[in-house]
């Protein structure tokens, strides 16, 4: 079983849909969540970031952390074809060392 | 504005090559790192590096080795290339402590051993 699990999609939403990506994870040390977004042929870049549990929003993004239910998500309301990308969700016991999910393909068509 | 590059975009080798990708950062970051992207395993992390000349072995370092000599250069090797080695290889860095979660990426080599 790998440590972080993520539904690759694709997921195709009309522009103006809320997004909702998941992810889900076995180490219970894990307590830093991040959200890397990554466009076709470029590296991933960070777009959210999480300690522990809890929410998170940063304009139209919001980031959940669910550590009894070792569950995550990232919410995209509003959503834009320029939010078309590769969402990876990164996970950490210790700062140092991420492990990241295998990413969710978002589409959004105008 | 942060940058991270990465020597080559695309690389094609054949099998039993010696192979050097390099990777050099100007944001004076302590750690560095090495990944390979493959569909379906996401990114797996090869080696990283928190110091000049310090090297850890990530989740899957065999087949691979690092050369970091100075500070903003780190170089994955690939002593006797093989196919199973085509992947997309990243190069990332980040600050040492409480920061080091935000890592910047480079572009990528995509790696083709035939």
């Known amino acids: 079983q790998k440590e972080v699990e993520q539904d690759p999609g694709p997921l195709s939403v009309p522009e103006g849909a809320i997004v909702s990506l998941n992810c889900t994870y076995s180490?219970?040390?894990?307590?830093?969540f991040m959200w890397y977004r990554q466009y076709s042929r470029k590296g991933p870049e960070l777009l959210m970031y999480?300690?522990?549990?809890g929410n998170k929003e940063d304009g139209r993004f919001t980031a959940q952390v669910d550590k009894s239910s070792k569950y995550i998500s990232l919410f995209i309301r509003d959503s834009q074809p320029s939010d078309s990308a590769t969402y990876l969700c990164?996970?950490?016991?210790?700062?140092?060392?991420?492990?990241f999910g295998t990413g969710t393909r978002l589409l959004v068509s105008p | 504005d942060v940058k991270v590059t990465q020597s080559s975009r695309y690389l094609v080798k054949r099998t039993g090559e010696k192979v050097f990708l390099e990777c050099v950062q100007d944001?004076?970051?302590?750690?560095m790192f090495w990944y390979r992207q493959d569909p379906g395993l996401g990114l797996r992390l090869i080696y990283f590096?928190?110091?000049?000349?310090?090297?850890e072995k990530g989740d899957i370092p065999e087949g691979y080795s690092v050369s970091r000599e100075k500070k903003e250069r780190f170089s994955l090797i690939l002593e006797s290339a093989s196919t199973n080695q085509t992947s997309m290889y990243l190069c990332?860095?980040?600050?040492?402590?409480?920061?080091?979660?935000?890592?910047?990426f480079g572009p990528g080599t995509r790696l083709t051993v035939t």
């Open positions: 990332a860095s980040s600050l040492i402590g409480q920061s080091s979660y935000e890592q910047y």
């Open positions: 180490n219970s040390a894990f307590q830093y």
């Open positions: 999480t300690y522990s549990s």
């Open positions: 990164a996970m950490s016991a210790d700062f140092q060392k991420l492990v």
């Open positions: 944001m004076d970051h302590e750690n």
């Open positions: 590096s928190y110091d000049v000349k310090m090297k």
